[in-house]
């Protein structure tokens, strides 16, 4: 099935997403999650998601909690944009997926990263290193 993106609904998708996270993260946090959001077009392309669910995982405590948060989120707004039936907090729903899925999946999340890279500093502020 192919799926048609109007861009506006991708951006709205994009930009609703970031104020989940901000709502979500600890102020004192939002520069690091942007540093963050700016980095998933690199970390999706390099590793994909499975990986990127992992680490949502993987981050859930800590002085590193945001990262979850920001990853949780990502895949959360993924999920619902993509109407594609995995779960955001479970790996081994990307795992079983077809290849030609999970492929298809995964560049719809590259794209949404670079727009959620675009609206980070509006939402959360400049960068600041982690």
Not at 94 to 106: P, R, S
């Amino acid at each position: 099935m192919m799926l048609k993106l109007d861009t506006r609904d991708f951006s709205h998708a994009a930009y609703s997403g970031l104020l989940e996270v901000k709502k979500t993260v600890n102020f004192a946090n939002h520069k690091k999650a942007s540093s963050v959001v700016q980095s998933l077009p690199s970390y999706v392309s390099t590793w994909g998601l499975h990986r990127l669910a992992g680490d949502g995982l993987k981050y859930q405590t800590g002085e590193t909690k945001y990262k979850g948060q920001v990853y949780q989120q990502f895949l959360k707004t993924l999920q619902s944009l993509s109407q594609v039936a995995f779960a955001p907090d479970d790996p081994r729903t990307l795992f079983g997926m077809e290849l030609q899925a999970y492929a298809g999946l995964n560049r719809l999340a590259i794209e949404l990263s670079r727009e959620w890279s675009f609206w980070a500093t509006p939402i959360l502020g400049e960068a600041e290193e982690g």
